[in-house]
Nanobody, 121 residues
Framework: QVQLVESGGGSVQSGGALRLSCFSA????????MAWFRQAPGKEREAVAT??????????TYADSVKGRFTISRDDGRKMLYLQMNSLKPEDTAMYYC????????????WGQGTQVTVSS
């Protein structure tokens, strides 16, 4: 059963912007810690941005490579997770995944199918 569904990927030129969305079918969504990961061909998967549950303080973290350009947010009422990506660079090209974990787990348990982002120079 699919629990997370991403959308919003596409192809843009360097300097452009995209907004990724992730809908969650998880019960008790507001209690989940959420994140966006990405994986480029031949590279390891990396965490781009994370956001804790609101009840846990909603702490946000970003990879150094995207700080100041990407913004993660969540709408618990709509069970949505977002990633606003501005000033995109060719090195941002990757498959982007939405992920979720309960607060008592360190590893992300649920993953979406991914959405492709391609940035051309």
């Amino acid at each position: 059963q699919v629990q997370l569904v991403e959308s919003g990927g596409g192809s843009v030129q360097s300097g452009g912007a995209l907004r990724l969305s992730c809908f969650s079918a998880l019960g008790g969504y507001r209690g989940y810690y959420m994140a966006w990961f990405r994986q480029a061909p031949g590279k390891e998967r990396e965490a781009v941005a994370t956001i804790d549950s609101v009840d846990s303080g909603g702490t946000i973290t970003y990879a150094d490579s995207v700080k100041g350009r990407f913004t993660i947010s969540r709408d618990d009422g709509r069970k949505m997770l977002y990633l606003q990506m501005n000033s995109l660079k060719p090195e941002d090209t990757a498959m982007y995944y939405c992920a979720a974990r309960p607060g008592y787990l360190r590893e992300y348990k649920y993953w979406g199918q991914g959405t492709q982002v391609t940035v051309s120079s």
